[in-house]
């Protein structure tokens, strides 16, 4: 797994619906949205649900690489701290349960984001 910054926009995925673009596919996912900046459990479990679902689908169409926005955060009210720590869990959960040799990039936007997954990842 590695983090980078590129400044893209981040994507979202529905249930499971792939597209195309110039990438071979584009996974669309809605996190969960925290109001008031309350998080509870279940928006944790969510969370790492969007996640599983995504690498479920990549694995399903046999894709060798995904790549990650930060899902949930910024206008979706997730503390970025805490998302980084359960896209980071969840994917070396799943990779591990998996046996799988996808390779995961964590694209993030702002350079606080940056900063957080370098810690997680201790990169």
Same mark, same amino acid.
């Given at each position: 797994?590695?983090?980078?910054s590129t400044?893209?926009? /981040?994507?979202?995925?529905?249930? =499971?619906?792939?597209?195309?673009?110039?990438?071979?596919?584009?996974? $669309?996912?809605? =996190? /969960?949205?925290?109001?008031?900046?309350?998080?509870? /459990?279940? $928006?944790?479990?969510?969370?790492?649900?969007?996640?599983?679902?995504?690498?479920?689908?990549?694995?399903? #169409?046999?894709?060798?690489?995904?790549?990650?926005?930060?899902?949930?955060?910024?206008?979706? =009210?997730? /503390?970025?701290?805490?998302a980084a720590?359960?896209? &980071? #869990?969840? &994917?070396?959960?799943?990779?591990?349960?998996?046996?799988?040799?996808? $390779? &995961?990039?964590?694209?993030?936007?702002?350079?606080?984001?940056? &900063?957080?997954?370098?810690?997680?990842?201790?990169?």
């Amino acid at each position: 797994m590695r983090c980078r910054s590129t400044g893209t926009t /981040p994507c979202r995925r529905t249930s =499971g619906r792939l597209s195309t673009s110039s990438a071979r596919y584009v996974l $669309h996912t809605v =996190g /969960p949205i925290v109001r008031s900046g309350r998080l509870r /459990p279940e $928006h944790e479990a969510q969370l790492a649900s969007c996640y599983r679902a995504c690498l479920d689908l990549a694995a399903a #169409q046999d894709c060798a690489t995904v790549a990650f926005c930060c899902i949930s955060t910024g206008v979706f =009210g997730f /503390p970025a701290d805490r998302a980084a720590q359960i896209a &980071v #869990q969840t &994917v070396r959960e799943w990779l591990d349960e998996q046996a799988s040799d996808i $390779h &995961v990039i964590f694209n993030v936007f702002k350079d606080s984001d940056l &900063v957080l997954y370098r810690d997680i990842l201790e990169v």
